[in-house]
């Protein structure tokens, strides 16, 4: 496994490359190279409730350049996907840009539809804000309903 962020000691077997703080495609930059799979999930550090099946679900999705979970209006949610590495590589060679959609939307990627669980969280719900996180926090402990 492969982090492009602060060090964490804690966790053993994680590579760790530093964190330019540029935006979603530096990082993706950054972190590549270190690939040496085929494939390669690419996700966002805030979704406490991206699990395991959901990552399964989208690896044996890939089809062509990748796959890439979809939120309930079937918007492609781009930091919840996996992708063939080499299509990775030869879009970033090729891209200039910033944007995360500029760079993966052209991969024309499978899109994965996950039905939330009764009274479970949705799994691209991210925490960008401190209200975000004690909402997440709310909903784990069964305090709040999702919706």
């Not at 492969?2 to 060090?7: E, F, T």
């Not at 918007?75 to 299509?87: F, N, P, S």
Request: hydrophobic fraction near 40%.
């Amino acid at each position: 496994m492969m982090v492009v962020g602060p060090s964490r000691p804690e966790l053993d077997d994680v590579l760790f490359v530093p964190d330019e703080q540029q935006g979603p495609v530096a990082a993706l930059r950054q972190g590549l190279p270190h690939v040496r799979a085929p494939r390669v999930a690419l996700l966002a550090a805030d979704l406490p409730f991206l699990r395991a099946r959901h990552i399964r679900a989208l690896l044996e999705a890939v089809t062509g350049t990748g796959a890439v979970l979809a939120d309930e209006q079937g918007r492609e949610q781009w930091l919840t996907g996996c992708w063939r590495t080499a299509a990775l590589n030869d879009a970033l060679t090729q891209y200039p840009g910033k944007s995360l959609h500029g760079l993966l939307g052209p991969l024309r990627p499978r899109l994965v539809t996950i039905t939330a669980e009764p009274g479970e969280p949705p799994p691209w719900l991210d925490c960008d804000t401190p209200d975000d996180i004690e909402r997440a926090r709310r909903l784990a402990s069964g305090d709040d309903v999702p919706g």
